[in-house]
């Protein structure tokens, strides 16, 4: 893959293996550039609050249908 080599990354200037594999994935500055692989502290609470909002929404469902099936025992 084509890359700038003005923009200044630190992967243009090495000449290593390393180098083809950042040209496949793309320049880092430039449209091809790959998303974080690792989540902010801030990302994690929010999906876990998110996971534990549907867990609870969840566990009221369970906790109907045995108040139902207890109705009907």
Do not use: N, W
Request: glycine share 10%.
């Amino acid at each position: 893959m084509y890359h700038d080599s003005e923009c200044g990354c630190e992967q243009h200037s090495r000449q290593t293996p390393q180098h083809g594999t950042h040209h496949q994935r793309g320049c880092c500055c430039g449209s091809g550039y790959a998303p974080r692989q690792f989540p902010t502290r801030e990302e994690i609470v929010e999906k876990l609050e998110e996971h534990l909002k549907q867990l609870s929404a969840e566990a009221g469902g369970v906790e109907e249908r045995i108040a139902e099936l207890k109705k009907k025992g």
